[in-house]
């Protein structure tokens, strides 16, 4: 087994429920390597969550096709960037200075805030995809889960880590390179321009994920002065929502 195909099995064990080799292994190095593959575990993602979209439009009415596509989206992972989303929202939405914030993230329990941005999220993931042909609905969940998980590396490039103890996160936090972002980047790239190849509307979703990105890291900056693991999830949430809207906008016109 090659060294890089091991670290990108490790990425698939450690962001989704998916199986591996056990001859993969768990090790701090294949941790610390494993976020340049985050945007590539988005399309595996993206891909089971795409089938499972088309074979369900041939069989259902859009809604519940759209509806069992998301479920499988989140189920893949863990449903660990909503975690992320409601912990996040929870946080900042409850919170009026840093301590007090990172101790409403902590907290299990699910607030308002943290519900409204779940119901938001997966109610407007179903409702673009339902509103879509089944091609662009596909190629929007291939191209959405690879360059949403984008947004949370480039948050984890400009921002430190803040919280002490350890966290699922925090491994990845030690040492991103610039050699894992240049890989990460990439991959959200070409998969961002197949996408755009295939259907120009897609661009149309660029600037307003791209403001999305901006203003979560500016949220970030202001209320935490860095980011959490937390954070990193509901990054990818609001940008893959941010790019299926501006595409429906878009592909709308």
Partial sequence: ???????????????TRLPVPASVGHSQQLLDDAARYFPAVGTLVGVASAATFFVGSLLLPPTVAALLAVGVAVWIPGAFHEDGLADAIDGIGGGYERQRILEIMRDSRIGTYGAVALLLSIGLRVSILAALPVDLGCL??????????????????????????????????????????????????????????????????????????????????????????????????????????????????
């Avoid at 259907?199 to 002065?225: D, F, I, S």
Wanted: aromatic share 10%; proline share 3%.
């Fill in 1 to 15: 087994m090659s060294a890089q195909w091991r670290v990108f099995l490790a990425a698939v064990q450690y962001f």
């Fill in 140 to 253: 929007l969940l291939i191209v959405g889960h690879t360059c949403s998980r984008h947004a949370g590396i480039v948050l984890m490039w400009l921002l430190p880590y803040v919280r002490e103890d350890e966290s699922r996160a925090k491994p990845l936090s030690r040492s991103l390179s610039l050699n894992a972002m240049l890989v990460a980047s990439s991959t959200a790239l070409v998969a961002f321009a197949l996408g755009v190849a295939y259907e120009p509307a897609l661009l149309g979703g660029l600037p307003l994920a791209l403001v999305a990105q901006l203003y979560w890291y500016r949220v970030l900056r202001r209320n935490l002065q860095g980011y959490t693991g937390d954070c990193l999830g509901a990054a990818q949430q609001i940008t893959e929502v941010s790019l299926g809207v501006g595409l429906l906008a878009a592909w709308s016109i």
